[in-house]
Structure formats: C-alpha cells, structure tokens
C-alpha cells in the first residue's frame, strides 16, 4: 500500500522528532515551521519545506500540527495562509498538540463546517520518544477517520487509545499531565525540605525513588537533579500550560482540581524566576517556597 502524503506543522522538539521518523520510513513529506531556521535540518532530504501552512497542507492527505498552545494552533490552522485553507477535501486534518477542550472543540466545529475529517490526537512520550516512534497517541473522533490516519500513527506510536469523541483525546491528555505536574511539584517541595532540614541528598532522593513514591515521573526529576541536566525535553512552560487547561477543562464539568490549582502555582513561580524554558524538572530549582523570601 502507498505511503500517504503528510504534512508536519510546527518542528519544535517534538514535531521535528515525528518529522525525522516519518521521512526515515519514507513517507512523502511536507513541513512547516514558524521560525524557518527550524526547518533548516531538512535541507537537502526529500521533504518539502513548506513557506505556509497552507502550503504545506495543500500537498498532503494527512496534516497534523504540533504546535505550542491554543494561540499557536489557532494560528497554524485558521491563520492568513492557514492550513485550513489550503487543505485538500478529502484529507484527514489531526490536531496533536496539548491543548484545551474548549479550542479543540471549536477547531473541530471549524473543520466539520468545511466538510473535514478531524481527530484530536494528543500524545505521551517525550523528545526521544517522538523520534523512535515510541509516542501512545490518545484520539478522540471518528473511527473512519482514526482507521485513515492508523499508517501515520503506526509509524510514530507505539500504541493508540481511541477514546471517544472528538474532545475525548485532549481530556486524557489533560487528566494525564495533570497528575504528573502535580507529582513533580511535591517531588521539588520535598527536595525542598530535604535540604531545608539537612538530609543527604542522595540517600533521600533513592529512598524516594525507590519506595512508593517513585513513580515514573519522579524517577525522571530525579535523574535530572542527579545529573543536574535540565535542557529540556519538555519545556517547563508547557507543564504550566496543561496544568492551567486541565483547570479549565475540569472547571467547565463542575470539578475542582485543587491539587493541580497548587501544582500550577508552583510552576508559575518558577516561570516568575526564569526557568520556563528550562526542561519541567527545573521546578526543583525554584527558590519560591523559602518562607523569608
Ligand atoms: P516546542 O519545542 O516549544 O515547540 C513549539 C512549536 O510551536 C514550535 O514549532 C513553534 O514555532 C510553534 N509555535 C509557537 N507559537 C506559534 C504560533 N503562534 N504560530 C505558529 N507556530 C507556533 O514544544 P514541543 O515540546 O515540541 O511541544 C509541542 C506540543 O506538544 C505542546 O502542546 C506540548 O505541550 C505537547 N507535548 C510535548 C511533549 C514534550 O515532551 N516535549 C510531550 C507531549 C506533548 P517557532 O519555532 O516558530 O517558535
């Protein structure tokens, strides 16, 4: 069976991950990034490197962008020279970045209108992840759609969830990465009062690590400050971002998530003391929670 045309819009960390891994299993391939000198790492392979969203969607019969937030895929779909406007009829139009409920619903009310089959499809997995093809993709939409976009998902994922309806895939993202930021904020106040009451470091964080509290996401914190490496893979902003949208999006079913609502102010305060580009993990950093300061 023939590879279909994809068009990857936005090569961040991880669009340029998937990108790289489609063009490795020879998929025909449109990209496009804001900032041109992202797209720079294609020049020279069989990729189309696209001026436009448009443009880029106008070659493919899958388009999926990974983009920042809400502003961002407003921008790359509906956008002057937007890839809604230049998508072909029968293309499938996939939304894969972490966003709200709110936007993916109107941004699928939008695609419906002009007659599109949409998926919302947010992942888990991080940067190596997106580049070995190791992301679980979490769809909501129809399965006519998903079974059109599964060559796609093959190649990139190591599973998909169907989840429902459009909107579904976003809500699990969003339940998913708040539990994590939530584990990663009372993983930096704990390393806070690690150091606050004068504990060795080490042995504390190992019998963190290894006991109950060791989750997968404390683990990975936990490697960082070992390595005392936070270049990231997922910027802490972006942690922030979701944290924010899962509180809306729980806010709009009549749930209050306070646990994330405290979990957003630790990261914002360590946005406030310039760590938001920094890798999630930089949330230890955050001197915020010092009492006299
Ligand atoms: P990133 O490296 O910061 O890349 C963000 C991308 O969004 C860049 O291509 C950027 O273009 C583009 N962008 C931002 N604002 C834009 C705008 N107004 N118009 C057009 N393009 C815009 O982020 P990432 O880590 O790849 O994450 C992408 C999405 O995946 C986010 O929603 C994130 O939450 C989600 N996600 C990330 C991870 C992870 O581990 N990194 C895991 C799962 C899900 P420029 O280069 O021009 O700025």
New binding site residues.
């Given amino acids: 069976m023939s590879k279909p045309k994809v068009a990857i819009?936005?090569?961040?960390?991880?669009?340029?991950g998937m990108a790289g891994r489609l063009l490795s299993a020879d998929f025909p391939l449109a990209v496009y990034?804001?900032?041109r000198e992202?797209c720079s790492p294609f020049a020279g392979a069989p990729v189309f490197i696209a001026a436009s969203p448009r443009d880029a969607a106008s070659r493919a019969e899958i388009v999926l962008s990974?983009?920042?937030?809400d502003?961002?895929s407003r921008?790359?779909w509906l956008?002057e020279n937007g890839a809604l406007a230049g998508a072909s009829p029968n293309a499938v139009l996939i939304e894969?970045?972490?966003?709200s409920g709110s936007w993916i619903h109107e941004l699928a009310t939008k695609t419906a209108e002009r007659g599109y089959r949409f998926l919302d499809a947010?992942?888990?997995?991080?940067?190596p992840h997106?580049a070995s093809g190791e992301l679980l993709f979490l769809v909501g939409g129809s399965a006519d759609a998903l079974e059109a976009a599964r060559p796609v998902f093959s190649v990139l994922g190591r599973d998909v969830f169907h989840l429902g309806p459009v909107g579904s895939g976003t809500l699990m993202?969003l339940i998913n990465n708040f539990v994590c930021g939530v584990q990663a904020a009372s993983f930096a106040e704990a390393l806070s009062a690690i150091d606050a009451g004068g504990l060795d470091r080490v042995k504390a964080m190992s019998i963190l690590t290894g006991g109950a509290p060791g989750s997968g996401i404390v683990k990975r914190i936990a490697d960082r400050v070992a390595a005392n490496d936070f270049t990231?893979?997922?910027?802490l902003r972006?942690m922030a971002?979701?944290l924010a949208y899962a509180l809306g999006e729980a806010s709009e079913k009549g749930i209050s998530l306070q646990t994330a609502a405290a979990a957003l102010s630790v990261f914002q305060q360590a946005i406030a003391e310039g760590h938001g580009d920094e890798d999630f993990s930089a949330v230890v950093k955050s001197m915020g929670r010092r009492l006299n300061s």
């Fill in positions: 819009l936005g090569l961040g960390i991880m669009g340029s990034n804001r900032n992202k990974m983009v920042a937030d502003t961002a921008d790359v956008g894969s970045s972490t966003l947010p992942v888990t997995g991080t940067k997106a993202k990231p893979n997922f910027a972006w971002k979701d």
